[in-house]
Nanobody
Framework: VQLQASGGGLVQAGDSLRLSCAAS???????MGWFRQAPGKEREFVGR??????STYIADSVKGRFTISRDNTKVYLQMNSLKPEDTAVYYC????????????????WGQGTLVTVSS
């Protein structure tokens, strides 16, 4: 099983980025989540989407700026109006136990993609 996150980079405050997560070796009928970890901080839930894409949830800290979606092959995190506090390594995760905010309920993790937002 492999999850490959991509799309990170260095942007300025107010810019947008779209992160992608491609899954291989896995039944794509898994719930997917996005988490992030800033330097010196704990991993933080960002958003999750169920297997069909019909149910999504975004953390309050990014609500109104970030959206999560999926198609048959990838999961996406659209990030708009980025702020310096969004700087972190972003991870995608796949879970068979339903969409959740809890990282311990996810079975597989990608390697992360770095997002750096300059002021």
């Amino acid at each position: 099983v492999q999850l490959q996150a991509s799309g990170g980079g260095l942007v300025q405050a107010g810019d947008s980025l779209r992160l992608s997560c491609a899954a291989s070796g896995i039944n794509f009928n898994y719930a997917m989540g996005w988490f992030r970890q800033a330097p010196g901080k704990e991993r933080e839930f960002v958003g999750r989407i169920n297997w069909s894409g019909g149910s999504t949830y975004i953390a309050d800290s990014v609500k109104g700026r970030f959206t999560i979606s999926r198609d048959n092959t990838k999961v996406y995190l659209q990030m708009n109006s980025l702020k310096p506090e969004d700087t972190a390594v972003y991870y995608c995760a796949a879970g068979s136990r339903g969409a959740s905010m809890k990282p311990e309920l996810y079975d597989y993790w990608g390697q992360g993609t770095l997002v750096t937002v300059s002021s």
